[in-house]
């Protein structure tokens, strides 16, 4: 038995569908629902000659006219029949084509002059954790390309900043603020990015001092001096990690953080084979830090070295504070520091009240 709607019945008012993919995923890799939607379509629209995702739609046979859509027409397309349309943005969303449509059907909307179609967004792809770092490469690429500024910049040169930067970071989590720790972290983040980016420029150096600059490069040339990309950096970042976490990636456990900072000792001193406890202890660091960070060293090593008694100068005095206060599991950079943020705050205090 079939059931006829009623003779004033209002014809179904058919469906636009703006298609959006994100141009950080791979064209091609659309979801099932954005592959059935475009198969099943009356109409598919794309404005931009040059989408990435024209060839796999061509290649799925989904056939696909160049115009710039018209609101108005479309509307009255898509209620002719009840037709769906799927318009495919611009790469990235932002087409004068694009805006036109979706402000004249937004208009078209609050007019209430016609009956409106369906309006959906589907999203055929989405991003990735951590996608918008591809956006930074880029647009550090292009700063390194274009700046005149940024195309000249060193690692030397840029050594001061990275320090300035950590600093800050620092103090944005002593404060607490969090929105200033998420600015921080991207200025570290940036420094990272930069450097990575000034490495891609390197040459390495022949490896005769006089050889001409313009010749080939010498395939004796020493490999360590030579470019590397952010990329190398991540992938050296992940191996060190997964090496030092067998109880993640591996077979071993770890029940504790004192049977995971052991495990991550232990695996350290085998990647760098080092001889003294006193190597990769950097001795630009703040000097309490430095204290500290030595007789860490020493303890866990189980040497029993003494402190120097030297003149008895407050030198002394500090040293045998920090390797005190790193003893009793307390940074002692940080605490002078929260001294040091009370001395602050009671001078201010001192200050208003004299005014």
Same mark, same amino acid.
């Given at each position: /038995?079939? =059931?006829?709607?009623p003779?004033?019945a209002?014809?179904?008012p058919g469906?636009?569908?703006?298609? =959006?993919?994100?141009?950080?995923?791979?064209?091609?890799?659309?979801?099932w629902?954005?592959?059935q =939607?475009?198969?099943?379509?009356d109409r598919?629209?794309c404005?931009d000659? @040059?989408?990435?995702?024209?060839?796999?739609?061509?290649e799925?046979?989904?056939?696909?006219?160049r115009?710039?859509?018209?609101a108005?027409?479309?509307?009255?397309?898509c209620?002719?029949? %009840?037709?769906t349309?799927?318009?495919?943005?611009?790469?990235?969303g932002?087409?004068e084509?694009?805006a036109?449509?979706?402000?004249g059907l @937004?208009r078209l909307?609050g +007019?209430?002059?016609?009956q /409106?179609?369906?309006?959906?967004l589907l999203?055929?792809s989405?991003d990735?954790?951590g996608?918008r770092?591809?956006?930074?490469?880029?647009? /550090?690429d292009?700063?390194?390309r274009?700046?005149?500024?940024?195309s000249q910049? &060193?690692?030397?040169?840029?050594?001061?900043y990275?320090?300035?930067? %950590?600093?800050?970071?620092?103090?944005a989590?002593?404060?607490g603020?969090?929105?200033e720790?998420?600015?921080?972290l991207?200025?570290?983040l940036?420094?990272?990015?930069?450097h990575?980016?000034?490495?891609e420029?390197?040459?390495?150096a022949?490896?005769?001092a006089?050889?001409?600059?313009?010749a080939d490069?010498?395939?004796?040339a020493?490999?360590?001096?030579?470019?590397? +990309?952010?990329?190398?950096?991540?992938? $050296?970042?992940i191996?060190?990690l997964?090496?030092r976490h067998?109880?993640?990636?591996?077979?071993?456990?770890a %029940?504790?953080?004192?049977?995971?900072?052991? $495990?991550?000792?232990? &695996?350290?001193?085998?990647e760098k084979?080092r &001889?003294s406890?006193?190597e990769g202890?950097?001795? %630009?660091?703040?000097a309490l830090?430095?204290?500290?960070?030595?007789?860490?060293?020493?303890r866990t090593?189980?040497?029993?070295?003494?402190l120097p008694?030297?003149?008895g100068?407050?030198?002394?005095?500090?040293?045998?504070? *920090?390797a005190? *206060?790193e003893a009793?599991?307390?940074d002692?950079?940080?605490?002078? #520091?929260?001294?040091? #943020?009370?001395?602050?705050?009671?001078?201010?205090?001192?200050?208003a009240?004299?005014?």
């Open positions: /038995m079939t =059931t006829e709607a003779l004033d209002p014809a179904a469906r636009i569908v703006l298609l =959006t993919a994100s141009h950080r995923v791979a064209p091609g890799l659309l979801s629902p954005a592959w =939607t475009l198969r099943s379509a598919v629209l404005a000659p @040059a989408h990435p995702q024209l060839p796999y739609l061509y799925a046979g989904v056939r696909v006219s115009e710039t859509p018209d108005e027409e479309l509307v009255a397309y209620a002719d029949g %009840a037709r349309v799927v318009v495919v943005p611009s790469s990235e932002s087409g084509g694009d036109r449509l979706t402000d @937004a909307a +007019s209430y002059r016609v /409106m179609p369906d309006l959906e999203p055929g989405y990735l954790p996608a770092l591809l956006d930074l490469v880029q647009v /550090m292009r700063i390194r274009e700046c005149p500024w940024s910049q &060193t690692h030397e040169g840029l050594a001061k990275g320090i300035e930067e %950590a600093y800050e970071l620092v103090e989590i002593e404060a603020d969090r929105t720790l998420r600015e921080e991207g200025d570290v940036l420094q990272v990015v930069f990575a980016r000034i490495a420029d390197a040459v390495p022949p490896a005769d006089g050889a001409d600059p313009d490069a010498d395939p004796d020493d490999p360590d001096q030579g470019p590397f +990309s952010i990329d190398d950096v991540a992938a $050296t970042l191996d060190k997964i090496h067998p109880h993640v990636f591996g077979d071993e456990t %029940a504790t953080p004192a049977d995971v900072k052991a $495990t991550w000792l232990r &695996t350290k001193a085998v084979q &001889t406890v006193t202890v950097p001795l %630009a660091q703040p830090a430095l204290a500290a960070k030595l007789a860490s060293r020493t090593a189980g040497l029993a070295v003494p008694p030297g003149d100068g407050v030198g002394y005095q500090l040293l045998a504070l *920090a005190r *206060a009793d599991g307390v002692p950079e940080t605490a002078l #520091r929260a001294a040091a #943020r009370a001395y602050r705050d009671a001078i201010l205090a001192a200050e009240g004299a005014a």
